[in-house]
């Protein structure tokens, strides 16, 4: 049906930057918000940012000024900029996605989430 692909994660040293990227495929209709969420060991999964489809933002206070969702919709893909990254942004790194598929004619509103990337801040 739909497929998220995220990319993007890997190690860092404190003050680095990283940038994901989540692209969704498969038989989209439209897509409507798009989000980012981490989670750290023993933590509950956490909203870090998200977009809608008119391009309004809005970020978690702990990394308001450092972080920056944008989305290209011609591409149907979703990106999270992140710079001066601290060792407490360490974590599994999720996109979501909300959006109507078509489903044999019938457009269908469904919620999506990718398989989950790792940051690692570290020195």
């Known amino acids: 049906q739909v497929q998220l692909v995220e990319s993007g994660g890997g190690l860092v040293q404190p003050g680095g930057s990283l940038r994901l990227s989540c692209a969704a495929s498969?038989?989209?209709?439209?897509?409507?918000?798009m989000g980012w969420h981490r989670q750290a060991p023993g933590k509950q999964r956490e909203l870090v940012a998200g977009i809608t489809s008119g391009g309004s933002t809005n970020y978690a206070e702990a990394v308001t000024g450092r972080f920056t969702i944008s989305r290209d919709n011609a591409k149907n893909t979703v990106y999270l900029q992140m710079n001066s990254l601290k060792p407490e942004d360490t974590a599994l790194y999720y996109c979501n996605v909300d959006l109507f598929v078509d489903l044999k004619g019938r457009r269908v509103r469904v919620n999506r989430w990718g398989q989950g990337t790792q940051v690692t801040v570290s020195s």
């Open positions: 498969g038989s989209i209709f439209s897509i409507n918000a």
